[in-house]
């Protein structure tokens, strides 16, 4: 989201944090043990749901606007999107009703409205931060960047949970720290990268905030309704400082900003919650840690961004720190 995609309150994207937590508030459905056809489904979903988180990034790199642009383009489509499934939902489509669990504007008390409006805008600012990333130092350094954020959620954590850290705890750390030194190309602020770097991690870090206090909040709302709410502050705390370059966007950006609010969030999340109905979050979260991997590698294959060879060892300590902080939680979890 993103990166990442709208965030919902409660057990987080951490994972499956990063956009797990979308999921969260009221929780994935409880379903039977699937067919292996319908496990194969909503794994093929749920790869398909990270692939389209990384290409994300991708278009905030190539979009031609600003970050507060693109952050808006995209809250507007994905609310438009989310709007579309809700009213699909009331018309009678069975699936949509399944998803969005009735109209996100009815049956919510006027304070948990208000909470997700005030995530909303945490999510704007996060978002804001990772584009950012993007824009300064490329599609591999700021989603690497943004990638570290179990380590500010566990640093986060230890003081509300007070209790001592746990040796995986330290070792998630650990490795993050030696993967973002290993993709640093230079610890120079004169240099783009740095500066997006820099940019990535504040995400990361914004984005453990989000997450931590989505739990303590914990608005009672379905997963579309809580996105629906967060995606409309977007909108309207953007809105007042896009209208001069909105208008002179060329149609063209505004397709892609569509493509990245309808395709690259909307239907990302879309088939993100539908694989969680069967798929565990502790192993969603293993996969979405693949979102940097997807991303990089579709600027590489795409644009010819190839990263070093340094970059790729960071990357690997990074993604695994990510993978081994959801296999960690979802121990926690079982017990």
Same mark, same amino acid.
């Given at each position: 989201?993103?990166?990442?995609?709208? /965030?919902?309150?409660?057990?987080?994207?951490?994972?499956?944090?990063?956009?797990?937590?979308?999921?969260?508030?009221?929780?994935?459905?409880?379903? $039977?043990? $699937?067919?292996? /056809?319908?496990?194969?489904?909503?794994?093929?979903?749920?790869?398909?749901?990270?692939?389209?988180?990384?290409?994300?990034?991708?278009?905030?790199?190539?979009?031609?606007?600003? +970050?507060?642009?693109?952050?808006?383009?995209?809250? !507007?489509?994905?609310?438009?999107? !989310?709007?579309?499934?809700?009213?699909?939902?009331?018309?009678?489509?069975?699936? =949509?009703?399944?998803?969005?669990?009735? #109209?996100?504007?009815?049956?919510?008390? $006027? =304070?948990?409205?208000?909470?997700?409006?005030?995530?909303?805008?945490?999510?704007?600012?996060?978002?804001?931060?990772?584009?950012?990333?993007?824009?300064?130092?490329?599609?591999?350094?700021?989603? %690497?960047?943004?990638?570290?954020?179990?380590?500010?959620?566990?640093?986060?954590?230890?003081?509300?949970?007070?209790?001592?850290? +746990?040796?995986?705890?330290?070792?998630?750390?650990?490795?993050?720290?030696?993967?973002?030194? !290993?993709?640093?190309? /230079?610890?120079?602020?004169?240099?783009? #990268?740095?500066?997006?770097?820099?940019?990535?991690? !504040?995400?990361?870090?914004?984005? #453990?905030?989000? &997450?931590?206090?989505?739990?303590?909040?914990?608005?009672?709302?379905?997963?579309?309704?809580?996105?629906?709410?967060?995606?409309?502050?977007?909108?309207?705390?953007?809105?007042?400082?896009?209208?001069?370059?909105? @208008?002179?966007?060329?149609?063209?950006?505004?397709?892609?900003? &569509?493509?990245?609010?309808?395709?690259?969030?909307?239907?990302?999340?879309?088939?993100?919650?539908? =694989?969680?109905?069967?798929?565990?979050?502790?192993?969603?979260?293993?996969?979405?840690?693949?979102?940097?991997?997807? =991303?990089?590698?579709?600027?590489?294959?795409? @644009?010819?961004?190839?990263?070093?060879?340094?970059? %790729?060892?960071?990357?690997?300590?990074?993604?695994?720190?990510? &993978?081994?902080?959801?296999?960690?939680?979802?121990?926690?979890?079982?017990?």
């Amino acid at each position: 989201m993103p990166e990442g995609t709208p /965030q919902n309150t409660g057990n987080t994207h951490d994972a499956a944090q990063h956009h797990a937590a979308s999921s969260s508030l009221a929780g994935s459905p409880a379903t $039977p043990t $699937p067919s292996p /056809q319908t496990g194969f489904s909503q794994q093929l979903a749920l790869h398909t749901a990270a692939m389209l988180f990384g290409a994300s990034a991708l278009f905030g790199e190539h979009i031609a606007a600003s +970050s507060t642009m693109i952050v808006f383009g995209r809250g !507007l489509f994905s609310w438009l999107a !989310l709007t579309v499934i809700a009213l699909a939902g009331l018309a009678g489509l069975r699936s =949509a009703a399944r998803l969005s669990g009735g #109209a996100p504007w009815q049956g919510i008390a $006027p =304070a948990s409205a208000a909470r997700l409006l005030i995530a909303g805008v945490l999510l704007a600012v996060h978002w804001l931060a990772f584009f950012l990333a993007i824009k300064e130092g490329g599609v591999a350094v700021g989603t %690497l960047g943004f990638a570290c954020f179990p380590a500010f959620v566990i640093l986060l954590e230890w003081p509300l949970r007070r209790e001592r850290p +746990s040796l995986g705890d330290a070792g998630v750390i650990a490795l993050v720290c030696i993967g973002l030194a !290993l993709v640093t190309p /230079q610890f120079d602020w004169q240099a783009n #990268a740095t500066v997006g770097l820099a940019w990535g991690v !504040l995400s990361g870090a914004i984005y #453990a905030v989000i &997450a931590l206090s989505n739990r303590v909040l914990g608005a009672q709302a379905s997963p579309l309704q809580a996105s629906w709410w967060q995606c409309l502050a977007i909108v309207i705390v953007l809105a007042p400082f896009i209208g001069r370059e909105a @208008f002179a966007l060329p149609a063209a950006q505004w397709g892609w900003l &569509a493509c990245l609010g309808v395709v690259c969030t909307a239907l990302a999340y879309t088939l993100f919650i539908h =694989a969680l109905r069967t798929v565990k979050a502790s192993q969603a979260a293993v996969v979405i840690a693949l979102e940097p991997v997807y =991303a990089i590698a579709f600027a590489w294959v795409l @644009f010819g961004t190839s990263p070093t060879l340094k970059m %790729l060892v960071g990357g690997v300590c990074i993604v695994g720190a990510v &993978a081994w902080s959801g296999w960690m939680r979802g121990r926690r979890g079982a017990h």
